[in-house]
């Protein structure tokens, strides 16, 4: 599920992207606070208009996927973000944990935790 989120995210294919995030997303970024699904979307369209070649791409070896019983899943990695910027390659590395929340047989992101943006 996080190939198709890190696709759908490269792609800049808003629409597929917030079908994966529950409707009741709580998206948590230490430097931007609380957002939910509404503003998240606002948010990635946002993203995507200011930087239309970003990329994210999972760090090879930090992926780490716990579950939850009779929830989902708590999945924790690094993720690195890149673009360019006045020419030049702009890249950065973040940790993250997302909350999986399974349905049935679908899995949707109920929580984002994003932090280490200093």
Request: contains cysteine; charged residues 25%; hydrophobic residues 35%.
């Amino acid at each position: 599920m996080d190939k198709k989120m890190f696709d759908a995210f490269n792609a800049h294919d808003v629409d597929t992207l917030m079908g994966m995030f529950a409707q009741d997303l709580e998206f948590y970024r230490d430097t931007g606070g609380l957002t939910d699904h509404q503003h998240t979307r606002q948010g990635f369209d946002t993203m995507f208009g200011n930087s239309p070649d970003i990329k994210r791409t999972l760090v090879p070896g930090s992926l780490q996927v716990y579950p939850i019983k009779d929830f989902g899943a708590i999945e924790v990695g690094t993720h690195r973000f890149c673009h360019k910027e006045n020419g030049k390659d702009d890249c950065g590395t973040f940790p993250f944990i997302l909350v999986w929340k399974k349905s049935g047989d679908s899995w949707q992101v109920s929580r984002v935790i994003s932090y280490g943006h200093h």
